[in-house]
Each structure stands twice: as structure tokens, then as C-alpha cells.
């Protein structure tokens, strides 16, 4: 068990210093209170205290100083502190356990992990290397971009662990190949996809396509991003062993992709019309 600590007042200058209210957050006897209130006490009057610094990130609207310090009376001390006190005496209590239907929900397109980033951001510039021709048939707003994502990328890439690169792909210079080789050597990076990476990644498409409830309307941008990690999903799913196949699930689209007034839109398929389900054969 913890000891009641020992008695302490604080100098004059140091009580002095807490009535700055800018600079100290204070609690009398375990109770917020205005820095106004030590006016009407002595540096005798406090019988123990403590306190620390506060991190800029740490600090909130209410509390924003960048001190706190807890401050104790006689009383306060003997009541809450002291030898006779509850203070560090074993707690004996009861916990009951019930169940309650509730769900945590985190938008985890905000906060992807870094590898799920990272691939999401390599498919992006796979799509945009891949658009329209080579890359000096490009426009230089499109070749910049692509110089950025794919300088982005490599330094990621060239600072990872080797253990991490093998649930990465190395991005492929966006001008030193041809579309042919380029090809060839996606290819080849997608085949080292482990059976831990596509895990990795299907829990994370999983999350993300049940966030908020599987009922749950998602926007389009959303499907979007959804649709990425799907598309990235199946291709490492291709490129998986026989063995490691039989140990997981291909990967599903909850939506149907369709063209509407010549836009292209997902739809889910409880709001597909009878006409949209015989075109698509489901």
C-alpha cells in the first residue's frame, strides 16, 4: 500500500507564482479552483502539494496552462491523504459484467496504417503512370505529379525494413521503361505479395467496408477509396500460392458498379431496380 506522503508548504515566491492564472491550473483538496482564492490564504495554509508541466498537445479550452498544480489544506490533507484516510488502502469491490449491443466507430479512411496508405498512394500513381500513353506524351501538370508521388514512394520504400518491403511493392520509375516491361515487372512485384500482407490488408478493406454498420451510406468518394483496396486485394489474391489460398477468403465488392446518365455510380443490391438486376444477371 501506498504511504500518505509528507507534509510539505510551499516558500512564499512559489505562492506568489500560482495566483498567475495565465500560467497555473490549480485544484484545492482534489476541487478546481480559481487561482482568486489564494488571497485569502497563506503559504502555511497548504500542507502538501504537487504538480507538473503540461504539454502544448495535452492542454485543453478549459485547462490551457501550462502548469497544474494539486494543492492540500489540513484538512484536505487529513481527510484525503492522511494515515486515518482511505488513501493507498486495498480496494475490495465487485464488478458485474453485462452485455450491451454497442459499437466503436473510427473512420479508418482518415487514419489508414502506414502500409495500407502506402499501397493506396502506389495506386494511385500506378493508375495515373499508366493513363494516356508514356510518360512524355503526358502534361507537365501530370508529369509533376507523378515525379512527386513516385519520389513520395521510393523514399518510403528505400527506408523501410526488409521485412516491411515484402508487404510493399517498389514503385517503378514513371519514364524508364516501356508500358510492355512496366508490365512484366508489376507483375512480378505483385507475386511477391505474402500471405501476411493480404491478411493485413483484407482486415483493414474488412473494417472499412463494415465501418458505421454494413447498412451504412457511404459516399462516393468513400466507394472510391473502397474500390482501390479492393482492386488491390484481388490482385495480390491472384498472385498468392495454391496452399496459402485454401487458408483465405477472394476478396467481394459490396457494390455493383453501373453507368448512369453516363456517370459511373455504385449501388449496393438492395437498391438496385429489376431492370438494373436482369442486366446484371444477379
Not at 485544484?27 to 482568486?36: G, Q, T
Not at 508541466?53 to 497544474?68: E, G, H, L, M
Not at 481527510?79 to 486515518?84: D, Q
Request: charged share 30%; with cysteine; proline share 6%.
Amino acid at each position: 500500500p501506498m504511504k500518505s506522503p509528507e507534509k510539505k508548504s510551499p516558500d512564499p515566491e512559489m505562492f506568489e507564482d500560482w495566483k498567475n492564472k495565465e500560467k497555473f491550473a490549480l485544484w484545492l483538496d482534489d476541487m478546481v479552483v480559481s487561482n482568486d482564492v489564494l488571497e485569502d490564504l497563506n503559504p502555511s495554509d497548504i500542507a502538501v502539494f504537487w504538480g507538473s508541466s503540461v504539454t502544448v498537445n495535452a492542454r485543453t479550452k478549459r485547462f490551457p496552462q501550462p502548469y497544474q498544480f494539486h494543492l492540500y489544506s489540513e484538512e484536505g490533507y487529513e481527510k484525503l491523504l492522511g494515515p486515518n484516510s482511505d488513501f493507498g488502502k486495498p480496494i475490495s469491490d465487485t464488478i458485474t459484467l453485462t452485455q450491451r449491443n454497442t459499437t466503436w466507430h473510427k473512420d479508418i479512411s482518415r487514419y489508414p496504417d502506414p502500409t495500407t496508405a502506402y499501397l493506396q498512394k502506389n495506386a494511385r500513381y500506378e493508375k495515373l503512370r499508366k493513363s494516356e500513353g508514356i510518360f512524355s506524351q503526358k502534361s507537365q501538370q501530370e508529369q509533376e505529379e507523378l515525379n512527386q508521388l513516385y519520389q513520395e514512394l521510393n523514399e518510403e520504400y528505400s527506408k523501410s525494413s526488409d521485412k516491411r518491403k515484402k508487404s510493399l511493392k517498389q514503385p517503378i520509375p514513371p519514364q524508364s521503361k516501356t508500358d510492355s516491361q512496366q508490365s512484366v515487372s508489376t507483375n512480378s512485384e505483385i507475386h511477391q505479395t505474402s500471405l501476411s500482407s493480404y491478411q493485413e490488408l483484407n482486415t483493414s478493406y474488412q473494417l472499412k467496408v463494415n465501418e458505421s454498420g454494413l447498412f451504412a451510406k457511404k459516399s462516393d468518394l468513400e466507394i472510391e477509396k473502397l474500390f482501390e483496396m479492393f482492386t488491390i486485394l484481388q490482385d495480390q489474391h491472384k498472385f498468392l500460392s495454391f496452399e496459402d489460398k485454401r487458408k483465405v477468403k477472394r476478396p467481394t465488392f459490396p457494390y455493383f458498379k453501373l453507368e448512369e446518365d453516363g456517370k459511373m455510380v455504385f449501388k449496393k443490391w438492395e437498391d438496385l431496380t429489376e431492370e438494373e438486376r436482369k442486366t446484371l444477371a444477379c
